[in-house]
């Protein structure tokens, strides 16, 4: 994989880039032309977010900075870990990330549905006679996971693991807040509905 590699520590960045070299990676640096980012902050991750939204991104933090992590995965990275960690770990979770993007089709950059737009790379929503409404990051990629099932019913517990990355179990009552705010910015008719007791359901796809 061609690799990105933007950290502000330079005695770990000269380290990871040498341990992804020997496993056979090309590290680029100052180019879009990248199959895989690994940047030092939530904020670099959130820019290459907007950017690239469909390219994993992970963020090395500062050793044992729980926060940062967290900040990091709410803002659109795909994993997020700290310096401590082991360089042969750090490449097979490189190699992990690398393997899961390339079984993800890219997901469709506008959607069309309910008399609205949807424009994913701008994080915004069009309705006729409007004015551009702002999506949130986690409203981007719950959109994103929830359209590119659409007509299946997504639990709660899908959305945590995979859009907020935390663990299954936590409190749903989090998606259920995050849901409604989504569901007023795209208005109506629905395009997200309700299925009790089991999750949620995109029921237009694009075009």
């Not at 690239?52 to 990091?72: C, E, F, N, Q």
């Not at 097979?92 to 950059?109: C, H, I, K």
């Not at 551009?132 to 929830?146: G, N």
Request: contains cysteine; aromatic residues 4%; proline residues 5%.
């Amino acid at each position: 994989m061609r690799i990105l590699v933007d950290v502000a520590n330079g005695r770990l960045s000269a380290e990871v880039i040498a341990a992804l070299e020997r496993a056979g990676h090309t590290i680029v640096r100052a180019t879009r032309e990248f199959d895989l980012a690994l940047v030092g902050s939530a904020e670099a991750a959130e820019a290459l977010r907007r950017e690239r939204p469909a390219g994993p991104i992970i963020v090395v933090t500062k050793l044992g900075d729980v926060p940062a992590r967290i900040r990091a995965l709410e803002a659109g990275a795909d994993d997020a870990f700290d310096s401590g960690f082991a360089m042969s770990q750090i490449v097979a979770r490189v190699d992990s990330a690398g393997r899961r993007a390339a079984m993800t089709p890219p997901p469709p950059e506008r959607l069309l549905a309910g008399g609205c737009s949807i424009d994913l790379t701008a994080s915004q929503v069009m309705r006729p006679g409007t004015a551009p409404i702002a999506l949130t990051t986690r409203e981007v990629e719950i959109i994103r996971w929830l359209a590119a099932r659409a007509g299946q019913v997504v639990s709660r517990a899908e959305l945590l693991q995979h859009v907020w990355r935390v663990a299954a179990g936590s409190n749903t009552r989090a998606v259920d807040v995050a849901i409604s705010e989504l569901r007023a910015k795209l208005g109506d008719p629905e395009i997200i509905t309700s299925v009790r007791g089991a999750g949620y359901r995109w029921i237009l796809t694009n075009g």
